[in-house]
């Protein structure tokens, strides 16, 4: 799962981080795989800044799950920094800690500039020489100097976190394919360029001491529900505001009364997407193609609604209806 601590119209900060814990708590129950957060700033409808932060407190309210960043825009941060919270990270809970790197700012470019404190461009060679120094520093060294030679990111680290890089482009998987790392898709971007990435990524390969074999994760955003009437229902507020998005308008989530009876709701309805939205033996179907089509190794849904009650009951539906075909 992936959550951004979206939020609703009449919500609180507090109230959309809680409401991702009891997201998080129902799928470690329900025997997820992952669950991730992602990093977004000076944003009007998302309350998650700081994924370590809600990292640190999601793992420590489950039992089971991984959990993750998707991901750290690691150009907004020093490599040595994210390196020493996900070796803590690691050090606190073990064998649970996914760390995945973006090289997207996450927010408009003056936030991006107060938060690396110089108002300069970055370069093209300072994401991949930054992951590899950050890879280094974690305990999986690929060149033969870096910061890892004179810094530690934790004393005497017994384990390190699975590091993913994420994307939603050609470069992140050549990149994610010759670094022999396990690739994360954005397909819930709804960005197009599924396909040629997943070509890419697994062209590109070559075997690492952390895979012999091309992994690759897809995201998709998934509103399963007990009918289809109420999918619909549910899913129109983020309908809605991805309009918004798409015009440069980020809305918090209406309610599903005021969706509506929205003007834009149409329009909204009208926007090409690659959502999966329906009765659960539909959404089932959808998923089983999207993995015929990329051959994922996983899928990591993504459920946006503004009842929490219909979020949760997705993810039931899929757990009870999956079959693990894949």
């Not at 899928?299 to 009951?313: C, E, F, P, Q, W």
Request: hydrophobic letters at 40%; a negative charge; charged letters at 20%.
């Amino acid at each position: 799962m992936l959550d951004l601590s979206v939020l609703n119209d009449d919500q609180s900060s507090a109230a959309a981080l809680h409401a991702t814990t009891a997201l998080a708590k129902r799928a470690d129950e329900l025997g997820y795989v992952r669950f991730w957060v992602a990093e977004h700033h000076n944003m009007p409808s998302v309350a998650c800044t700081s994924p370590a932060v809600l990292i640190a407190h999601l793992a420590a309210a489950t039992s089971n799950i991984r959990v993750g960043s998707g991901g750290v825009m690691l150009p907004n941060h020093a490599p040595l920094a994210i390196a020493e919270q996900f070796a803590m990270l690691e050090g606190l809970h073990p064998g649970r800690i996914d760390l995945g790197i973006g090289r997207a700012p996450g927010t408009d470019q003056r936030t991006a500039a107060v938060l690396r404190r110089t108002g300069g461009p970055l370069g093209e060679d300072d994401f991949p020489r930054d992951f590899l120094d950050l890879m280094g520093l974690l305990g999986d060294p690929r060149t033969t100097g870096g910061l890892w030679e004179h810094f530690h990111a934790t004393p005497v680290a017994t384990s390190s976190p699975e590091i993913f890089l994420l994307g939603s482009s050609g470069y992140s998987a050549q990149l994610a394919g010759h670094l022999g790392l396990p690739f994360a898709f954005a397909h819930h971007f709804d960005t197009g360029g599924t396909m040629q990435a997943t070509e890419l990524y697994r062209h590109s390969f070559q075997p690492s001491v952390v895979l012999d074999a091309p992994h690759m994760i897809v995201t998709a955003n998934v509103l399963a529900a007990d009918s289809k009437e109420d999918a619909d229902w549910h899913s129109a507020p983020g309908r809605l505001t991805s309009l918004g998005r798409r015009t440069g308008r980020f809305i918090r989530l209406p309610s599903p009364q005021d969706a509506a009876v929205h003007p834009d709701l149409g329009q909204a309805n009208q926007l090409p997407s690659s959502r999966i939205v329906g009765e659960i033996s539909t959404v089932i179907t959808d998923l089983e193609d999207l993995i015929a089509r990329t051959g994922a190794d996983e899928l990591m849904v993504t459920s946006v609604a503004y009842d929490l009650t219909a979020r949760i009951r997705s993810i039931e539906l899929l757990a009870e209806h999956w079959t693990g075909t894949s």
